[in-house]
């Protein structure tokens, strides 16, 4: 379709259109598009799925915002490795790709694989603007799947993690060891994910009749994914952390201040995973199943290539609770 743009000077949506037989464009123009388009070879998005249904080999793309493979190897760019592994033992390819704040904010430009029209479909891993989500549907005539984020009009084909319910499970563990003063750690407003596990949090704090302070709410990242922050001069007895590396971070920052974790202040995590080359902190934590979430979205999306009517909606994927040694016992 690029092609057939570049050639007659219209733009690749206007390509789109014109052979999707939707509205907006003229007919002199549809019938000059359509003729070009069978002089060049051109091949409906619906006959190449047939065609490669029989041979049962695809390609699917994997976009992933910049911010997100900030500072270290990150937690997301783990769940695309699982991916293609999986994608590989289904005869399938996939192509990767990094999506700038650039063009996720200002230009909106498209992901290469999907302009040059090599895709199948298209997994979008973490929670990227919905403006951008909105220019990708228009010009994405493949199935789309986000992962680790939903939203019931623009990404309702989703495989999301069960963040609320293993927040609340770790908070109310804290509660359970007698640990009754909580702080927050995550900027809520960053990703829905964040958000999912803050209301997980405080679910459980409403059950015990707590409230939070303000300065135990604390932000942790800021808008291109850098995570910095300080802690407040009156701690808590424990902090929840949104993730492990906020938790390592948080424990790091107590160690400068002469405060042993858990003795004198218990620390919990989120995703049991720690970047390569940070040392092991044996921080309790709540575990993804990492290789479910992968398998998910590969199923969902080769469903979707198949047969459009299949596969819709969100798929949660539960994970478990891993005791290890940031929380004070009890019985200590």
């Given amino acids: 379709m690029s092609d057939i743009a570049e050639r007659i000077g219209v733009s690749t949506v206007t390509i789109h259109n014109a052979l999707s037989g939707n509205k907006g464009v003229g007919e002199e123009l549809r019938k000059q598009i359509q003729e070009i388009a069978d002089e060049m070879g051109y091949?409906?998005?619906?006959?190449?799925?047939?065609?490669?249904?029989?041979?049962?080999?695809?390609?699917?793309?994997?976009?992933?915002?910049?911010?997100?493979?900030?500072?270290?190897?990150?937690?997301?760019?783990?769940?695309?490795?699982?991916?293609?592994?999986?994608?590989?033992?289904?005869?399938?390819?996939?192509?990767?790709?990094?999506?700038?704040?650039?063009d996720e904010m200002k230009t909106y430009k498209m992901p290469a694989c999907l302009e040059e029209n090599r895709l199948d479909g298209l997994v979008v891993i973490g929670e990227i603007d919905k403006v951008y989500i909105s220019?990708?549907?228009?010009?994405?005539?493949i199935p789309l799947i986000f992962?680790?984020?939903?939203?019931?009009?623009?990404?309702?084909?989703?495989?999301?993690?069960?963040?609320?319910?293993?927040?609340?499970?770790?908070?109310?563990?804290?509660?359970?060891?007698?640990?009754?003063?909580?702080?927050?750690?995550?900027?809520?407003?960053?990703?829905?994910?964040?958000?999912?596990r803050y209301c997980g949090f405080m679910k459980s704090m409403t059950l015990h009749g707590k409230n939070i302070h303000p300065e135990w709410l604390?932000?942790?990242?800021?808008?291109?994914?850098?995570?910095?922050?300080?802690?407040?001069?009156?701690?808590?007895?424990?902090?929840?952390?949104?993730?492990?590396?906020?938790?390592s971070m948080v424990m790091d920052k107590l160690s400068e201040r002469g405060i042993r974790v858990p003795e004198d202040i218990s620390v919990v995590g989120f995703d049991n995973y720690l970047y390569p080359g940070l040392p092991d902190r044996n921080i309790t934590t709540y575990e993804v199943n990492k290789?479910?979430?992968?398998?998910?979205?590969?199923?969902?999306?080769?469903?979707?290539?198949?047969?459009?009517k299949l596969g819709h909606g969100m798929s949660v994927i539960s994970g478990n609770m891993v005791i290890k040694k940031t929380v004070r016992q009890k019985s200590e």
């Fill in 43 to 102: 091949q409906p998005p619906a006959a190449r799925r047939q065609v490669k249904e029989e041979q049962e080999f695809y390609t699917i793309g994997v976009l992933i915002a910049k911010n997100y493979l900030a500072q270290y190897t990150t937690f997301y760019w783990k769940i695309y490795q699982e991916m293609a592994i999986l994608a590989t033992e289904k005869h399938c390819f996939t192509a990767v790709e990094v999506l700038k704040k650039e």
């Fill in 135 to 141: 220019h990708l549907q228009k010009n994405a005539d």
């Fill in 147 to 196: 992962m680790d984020f939903y939203d019931s009009k623009l990404a309702e084909d989703a495989v999301v993690q069960d963040n609320f319910y293993g927040m609340f499970m770790l908070t109310e563990y804290m509660f359970e060891q007698g640990v009754d003063e909580l702080a927050f750690v995550g900027s809520i407003f960053s990703t829905s994910s964040i958000m999912d």
């Fill in 218 to 247: 604390i932000e942790d990242r800021d808008e291109f994914g850098h995570m910095e922050f300080d802690l407040p001069q009156k701690l808590p007895k424990g902090f929840v952390c949104n993730c492990d590396l906020a938790a």
């Fill in 291 to 308: 290789k479910a979430m992968a398998r998910a979205a590969i199923d969902k999306i080769l469903k979707q290539i198949r047969n459009p």
